[in-house]
């Protein structure tokens, strides 16, 4: 592990890529005022109890931590909603998840990613996210939205607004104490809402075959979706629906570099391909940490949470705990089976997983094609996401 994190600079708040943890599975941290779950099982209880562990954590949150109530809506942010609205709101969408929509795909990712591959050949140079593993998921998904896929740039500006920042969650120090640029995370905030409430507006007067209008079209209870409900849901869907994919194709491709060995294997046998994402979404886990707060007073793991605190959820320790996961540090694709959290668990499991599975698939068989090996490039360093809860690379070069 030492290796790995000197040869990529793996950044400091990325803790469970600088060797085990010592400590118990669940402990509470005076200095963030937040508790913390790093176990397997007791992450798995805590994702199987949505009535104990909500996901609706605003409701816990110190009034100096939350914009006016005037600057942000969060109905319809599925994230943050517990059953049984979670599901109502969930099925809207499932439809555009199915497996046969997904598997039909499959031939437009294909041609997505040999045509991205081609105009980065032409500039003679290589950088794995900013050629193909942030374009080729946001086109995808604002196809499917029905959103230009041209505004691109946009959808990069508001994501790194929104996400690439070093400050970690606390409820001891508020959002300017821990370094946040308030005014730049709410501007980006408005900006996607107006830009997407504009959308959903032009599809109530001309309805599309897209997601957006099946959006603006659905019907809860017999009742259309509000304005702010609909925008929210395809905040969360743009957002979602290429953030994971960026992280997991530059993961899995690091770790190819990393393991030159396991690299040699895929090469020789791509049945295996799918079982390297999968290690991969263990091994650095895109979404390394997500929120909870307690309904009621909890049980976990020898430790009694009180009711209305946060909890975080580090899924990246539980797919590292060594209870579960023998040899933890080793990228092993041949592991079977390997119930890896690194798409969530429960009622809040990835809706967009086997998308993103079919992508990462898809692109990382036709990169091994067209590169006779992936190899970063010691004279340009790869460049980490801040970000202390999620894994993955935001520059990683390759040699051509």
């Known amino acids: 592990m030492a290796t790995i994190v000197e040869r990529y600079n793996v950044p400091k708040q990325h803790f469970w890529l600088h060797g085990p943890r010592t400590g118990r599975p669940v402990e509470y941290d005076a200095d963030t005022g937040l508790w913390s779950v790093y176990g397997y099982p007791e992450l798995q209880e805590v994702l199987g109890d949505p009535a104990t562990f909500s996901s609706d954590t605003m409701r816990v949150m110190p009034k100096g931590q939350l914009p006016d109530d005037e600057e942000i809506s969060l109905a319809g942010f599925i994230t943050q909603i517990d059953p049984p609205e979670h599901g109502k709101l969930r099925k809207l969408v499932s439809s555009a998840f199915t497996r046969k929509v997904i598997a039909d795909l499959e031939p437009r990712i294909a041609a997505l990613t040999r045509e991205l591959l081609d105009a980065a050949r032409e500039r003679d140079r290589f950088e794995l996210v900013t050629d193909l593993a942030y374009p080729l998921p946001v086109i995808v998904i604002a196809e499917l939205l029905g959103v230009p896929t041209g505004d691109r740039a ?70 259309r979706l509000p304005d702010d409900q609909v925008v929210n849901f395809a905040m969360v869907l743009l957002l979602a629906g290429h953030i994971t994919t960026t992280m997991l194709l530059g993961n899995t491709v690091l770790c190819l570099d990393a393991f030159p060995e396991q690299q040699e294997r895929v090469r020789a046998d791509r049945t295996t391909i799918p079982a390297v994402i999968e290690e991969s979404l263990r091994y650095l ?36 705990d060594a209870r579960q996961f023998p040899d933890p540090d080793v990228f092993d694709p041949g592991r079977d089976p390997n119930p890896h959290l690194g798409f969530g668990r429960g009622i809040h499991f990835c809706l967009g997983a086997p998308l993103a599975r079919l992508e990462g698939r898809v692109a990382l068989d036709i990169l091994l094609d067209r590169f006779p090996a992936l190899r970063t490039d010691p004279d340009d360093p790869v460049d980490f996401i801040p970000t202390p809860t999620m894994t993955g690379v935001r520059r990683l070069p390759l040699l051509l």
């Open 154 to 223: 946009l959808f990069k500006y508001w994501a790194d607004a929104l996400f690439q920042r070093d400050a970690k969650l606390s409820l001891k120090e508020t959002p300017e104490e821990r370094g946040v640029d308030v005014q730049t995370v709410m501007a980006a905030w408005r900006d996607m809402f107006a830009y997407l409430a504009d959308h959903a507006a032009e599809r109530r007067r001309q309805p599309r075959a897209d997601l957006l209008t099946k959006l603006v079209e659905a019907e809860v209870d017999g009742e």
């Open 285 to 320: 886990t895109p979404f390394a940490g997500l929120v909870r707060a307690t309904m009621r007073e909890a049980e976990l793991g020898g430790v009694t949470i009180p009711a209305d605190c946060l909890v975080m959820c580090w899924l990246a320790t539980a797919n590292r």
